[in-house]
């Protein structure tokens, strides 16, 4: 299973918002709804920041929002803060009952 | 709160073996699936295994499938990967997460800190 398609990094001013995408195929990202986005910053474990593709956990800001067309998925981050600097992975259910993880984008806060 | 602590990762050689525990404590450890994500020094993270609430059913990525096995006591909220024949290439920082959902539809909601597993001769 090959990992789902990220850009490596992304940058923003404050302020502003970014949108990081997350490619795959219809055999997982363009074939459920089933795509999730984690945050990590260095040193630390991931968090969950949407999942199911636009939902929002308890706790996480609303300047977080998902979206999917086709077999893209997108993350969007408005009002960018310095803290939202950090590595984001969007991930999806595949059908081959396994989960696939994307490569990875660095967000840096200009 | 909600605390999983993983332990268990040590230096192994090429072809050896190693048994992660990760312990749970602060929710109904039975009712939820049970995955491992690793993620390789520098790099992305990448899923490895799920286990059902009830141990009954487990699913795993094809980099690990026949060399790894997940599994839980329930009785003792505690989840396990038994790792065989390891490889240089699965050195990485192992983490267990909780998932809220189906175990393969479901989201990783809470994560330990995770355990290092060097594998190198």
């Known amino acids: 299973q090959s990992a789902l398609t990220q850009p490596a990094s992304v940058s923003g001013s404050p302020g502003h918002s970014i949108t990081i995408s997350c490619t795959g195929t219809n055999s997982d990202v363009g074939g459920y709804n089933y795509v999730s986005w984690y945050q990590q910053h260095p040193g630390k474990a991931p968090k969950v920041m949407i999942y199911d593709v636009t939902n929002r956990p308890s706790g996480v800001s609303n300047r977080f929002s998902g979206s999917k067309s086709g077999n893209t998925a997108s993350l969007t981050i408005s009002g960018l803060q310095a803290e939202d600097e950090a590595d984001y992975y969007c991930t999806s259910y595949t059908n081959s009952y396994t989960v696939v993880f994307g490569g990875g984008t660095k967000l840096t806060v200009l | 709160e909600m605390q999983l602590l993983e332990s268990g990762g040590a230096l192994v050689q090429p072809g050896g073996s190693l048994r992660l525990s990760c312990t749970a404590s602060?929710?109904?450890?039975?009712?939820?699936?049970m995955s491992w994500v690793r993620q390789a020094p520098g790099k992305g993270l990448e899923w490895v295994s799920v286990?059902?609430?009830?141990?009954?059913?487990?699913y795993y990525a094809d980099s690990v499938k026949g060399r790894f096995t997940i599994s839980r006591d329930n009785s003792k909220n505690t989840l396990f990967l038994q790792m065989n024949s390891l490889r240089v290439e699965d050195t990485a920082i192992y983490y267990c997460?909780?998932?809220?959902?189906?175990?393969?539809?479901?989201?990783?909601?809470?994560w330990g800190q995770g355990t290092l597993v060097p594998v190198s001769s």
């Open positions: 286990v059902t609430g009830s141990g009954g059913s487990t």
């Open positions: 997460a909780k998932v809220v959902g189906a175990p393969l539809f479901g989201y990783l909601q809470h």
């Open positions: 602060g929710f109904t450890f039975s009712s939820y699936a």
